[in-house]
């Protein structure tokens, strides 16, 4: 999620600089539409006067074909600029659709993660309340002296209060325990609380303890 945040931010950024792009190309556009338009209705006018043969003056008459003939060229320069501006427009509409398709996919993305990310954390929810459950039904059978010493403890060493004994070693610290240590927990009764010399855990004998 954090990692799709990112990208959104990047894609957003860019999906509104081309938005931006997208609106200053249109009004080019427009402007030059505009100015081809003007252009065009000076060159009509010029030559409906030509055609009319409203202009009896031969050096003016020249003077205004000529100016037709400048008119055109305009024109067809500012038709060039208008293309221009018409593809670079249509490349920026498309860059501003594939950034907006791009942005909905993560925000769908984001939206899947989040909905698997409550589910997850509603079913860790379940799982706790269950073992809680658990936790406190046999927490009732054992003496409240020894559970406060395991609360006790793994509160101290990183929520590991007891430490299973295997093949002669602590489960806790996973250190070897001494000879004499072994020799006193197998002989002692099997309600006695052992503890490991070396990190203080309660220590459990089990059939793997090598004892």
């Not at 509104?16 to 427009?30: H, I, M, N, S, Y």
Request: proline letters at 1%; a negative charge; aromatic letters at 0%.
């Amino acid at each position: 999620m954090a990692r799709l945040a990112e990208r959104r931010t990047d894609v957003a950024e860019a999906e509104g600089q081309a938005r931006t792009e997208v609106e200053d190309l249109a009004r080019e556009q427009r402007k030059a539409d505009a100015d081809v338009e003007q252009v065009k209705a000076r060159r009509t006018r010029d030559q409906q006067r030509i055609d009319a043969g409203s202009v009896n003056d031969a050096k003016q008459l020249t003077a205004l074909q000529h100016e037709v003939q400048t008119l055109d060229r305009r024109i067809s320069d500012l038709e060039d600029e208008e293309l221009e501006v018409m593809e670079r427009l249509e490349d920026e509409q498309a860059r501003s659709a594939r950034l907006k398709t791009e942005l909905a996919e993560i925000e769908s993305e984001a939206a899947d993660l989040m909905r698997a990310r409550d589910a997850t954390v509603s079913a860790i929810a379940e799982q706790q309340s269950d073992k809680a459950a658990e936790r406190d039904a046999l927490a009732s059978e054992i003496p409240a002296a020894l559970l406060a010493l395991y609360d006790k403890l793994r509160a101290r060493l990183g929520g590991v209060g007891v430490g299973a004994v295997h093949q002669k070693r602590c489960g806790g610290c996973r250190l070897n325990i001494g000879a004499s240590d072994l020799a006193a927990m197998l002989v002692a009764p099997s309600d006695e609380v052992l503890r490991c010399e070396e990190c203080n855990r309660i220590l459990v004998r089990t059939s793997e303890s090598g004892l």
